[in-house]
């Protein structure tokens, strides 16, 4: 059974910084697409940014220049740096595994709160 088991979330002040990191079992997780997606409540959840497994990477316009995704292929991890952080940013965050062109092959962890609070 594939895990994606998420970590680093809590709470901080406006201005500072989280890093999430999202370990992942039973997958060949350097062929995977990662990304790390939120959903604050009343929202939908949103993509925030992607890596491949070519280190194509992708953001929201919303974190672009105060996130950074990253990934190492040799602790089967995807990291997001989270740096000057909103309180807009509060939400829960989840973590993603997408293997190219097979849309079935598709799996979530089970998330992290961020609070950015004051």
């Known amino acids: 059974q594939v895990q994606l088991v998420e970590s680093g979330g809590g709470l901080v002040q406006p201005g500072g910084s989280l890093r999430l990191s999202c370990a992942a079992s039973r997958i060949i997780f350097s062929i995977y697409a990662m990304g790390w997606y939120r959903q604050a409540p009343g929202k939908q959840r949103e993509l925030v940014a992607t890596?491949?497994?070519?280190?194509?990477?992708n953001y929201a316009d919303s974190v672009k220049g105060r996130f950074t995704i990253s990934r190492d292929n040799a602790k089967n991890t995807v990291y997001l740096e989270m740096d000057s952080l909103k309180p807009d940013d509060t939400a829960v965050y989840y973590c993603n595994a997408q293997k190219p062109h097979n849309i079935l092959y598709n799996y979530w962890g089970q998330g992290t709160q961020v609070t950015v609070s004051s």
């Open positions: 890596i491949t497994s070519g280190l194509t990477t």
